[in-house]
């Protein structure tokens, strides 16, 4: 077999400890999962169901590197957020199972082209034109679990050009990590390769060309880098 054009590259995050790479399948992201951001875009919490988007695998962006300001835009958000990476998968999985699961973690960024989700929210359109875009999912290199993870005192931290923006404990996500893996996967069979971008806490705001970042996951993972 061979195709007709050349096939598209496997996007690619690195490992701490490894010189092998983490193949990107999807990745699927919740929305709304910590009280005070959702409060801070005027919306409200649905503790029993959960929100999801995508973005394309080819989204990513790894550590280090430039991001570009994207077109069509004048308002680019920053969204800190645990993003989780998984080994196995599956269709309708319990939360007690959903563990088990778990290659790594690592944090990541969920750019948003926010003036565009809110042109879409008022329209009723879908979010695709606001979160799915190129280069839109910066992501640390994952830690293995083998190498421990995090609790529910982990703090998620963003500093742009060394000023906090957003800081919470992941005990302040309303859908824990099993949760979301067993929801997700009553709407999507869940395969190894899926990345999740687990919510982000309130302070989101706008980042500018020359703005550099820096996103912890405390002790778990480091993301930085630049808008060009
Ligand atoms: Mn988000």
Redesign the pocket.
């Known amino acids: 077999m061979s195709y007709a054009i050349a096939a598209p590259a496997v996007p690619s995050l690195p490992i701490l400890g490894s010189d092998a790479r983490f193949p990107v399948r999807r990745i699927f992201?919740?929305?709304r999962?910590f009280a005070d951001?959702a409060r801070e875009m005027g919306a409200t919490v649905d503790p029993g169901q959960p929100m999801f988007f995508c973005k394309p695998a080819d989204a990513v962006v790894t550590d280090g590197a430039d991001v570009p300001y994207p077109g069509a835009t004048a308002e680019l958000h920053h969204?800190v957020?645990m993003v989780v990476a998984l080994a196995g998968g599956g269709r309708d999985i319990a939360p007690e199972l959903a563990g088990a699961l778990i290659f790594g973690y690592g944090v990541g960024l969920?750019l948003?082209r926010r003036d565009l989700q809110a042109q879409a929210k008022a329209k009723g359109h879908p979010w695709d034109v606001a979160?799915a875009f190129d280069h839109s999912a910066p992501v640390s290199a994952l830690r293995p679990v083998e190498q421990g993870r995090p609790g529910p005192q982990t703090q998620l931290t963003l500093l742009v050009n060394d000023v906090l923006r957003q800081q919470a404990t992941l005990e302040a996500m309303v859908h824990d990590v099993p949760a979301i893996i067993a929801a997700l996967s009553k709407l999507f069979e869940l395969k190894p390769g899926d990345l999740l971008?687990t919510?982000?806490p309130a302070g989101?705001a706008a980042l500018q060309r020359g703005d550099r970042f820096r996103a912890e996951l405390e002790g778990v993972a480091v993301l930085e880098g630049r808008i060009a």
Do not use: A, Q, W
Request: with cysteine; charged share 30%.
């Open positions: 992201c919740i929305g999962n951001h969204e957020e969920d948003t979160k971008f919510g982000t989101v």
